[in-house]
């Protein structure tokens, strides 16, 4: 991202040079989808759209952020944070510091300008690059000083799904934040959402991550999520197990007959998908781009038909994508309940099926989709400028 212009932006703003700039990356997951919450294991990718803040160090303890999207200008004391009820993006921010503090981290104020080209709402999370540009923020603002903040990867993930947990009130899983900050370049991350182990597995070479946004409203998307939730919760109470991660898919399958329906739908779901999350890391690692495909494939219908949260619109972009020439596999990402789908497609197809998605989409939906191919990118970072 060339960031001359956010440069040229805060000075004008603060009437000073920036001395940092801080990034973290919104991210899409190539499968194992909400599986984090109940201890499993995903598959995402870090994308090349991020939050960036430039800013510089002040002398007292208040953090003052111009959002560039917003058009809104938002500060704060570091003595006393409170919700902000006419600036909400600044909420992620409050969020951050306060867990941060609360966690015992000695934080300094600064001044900054934000912005990002992660689409918002979208499902890409621009939630959770704006909390982890936030802490590279502070951490970027507090280095030199005497007491400077110094937070492991793991452990400014877990910060950041704080502040979006018990400050912003979104009851999100681990995952996010997790690749936020520790993606890397031309590689997936298997996140083992029990343990926070992880491993890096390459992306095939080739094939094309396509993202087609359905720029459709996501309604439901927090009551629903919070139902699936406690579905899961409710699963693995009759199942006798602490987590779904606790009982293996063919145990499962072998007491599924004792649970309610819906419940038993929702746990299958779960525990199938962690599998995939497995079988396609395998796939990977013996570049079988077409098993890693199917995965992907079977990763939807599961959400569409067993946990329920895909849409008709997610579900024609699925369509679409796996009717073309070069397609591996196709499924929708994130929560649900609108956002975005993505297609793996062989590189030298990926223009066309983007041209035939904006052609077909529109007609079967009424929608103009928005359609990105996406690299897999470094997580969160800071630097001096
Ligand atoms: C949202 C949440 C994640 C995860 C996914 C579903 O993106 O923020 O923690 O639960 O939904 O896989």
Redesign the pocket.
Known sequence: MDTSQYKTQFTALYGRAPSFIARAPGRV?LI??????NNGF?LPIAIDREVTLVGAPRADRIARVYSINFDQIAEFSLDHIDHDTAHDWNNYIRGVADVLQKAGYTLGGFDAVMQGDVPIAS?L?SS?ATEMATVMAFTAAAAGSPSPLQIDGVSAAQVSQKAENQFVG?N?????QFISSLGRRNHALMIDCRSLDYKLVPVPTGATVLVVDTTAPRTLAGSA?NQRRAECEEGARLLGVASLRDITAAEFDHHAGELPPVIAKRCAHVVHESQRVLDAVAALQSNDIAAFGALMNQSHDSLRDLYEVSSKELDAVVDIARGEPGVFGARMT??GFGGCAIALVADEHATALALKVQDEYPRRTGRTPKVYACVASDGASWQEI
């Open positions: 997951n194992g989808e909400h599986t984090d919450y995903v499902g999370s959770a979104v999100c899983g681990i995952m996010d999520y994130g929560a």
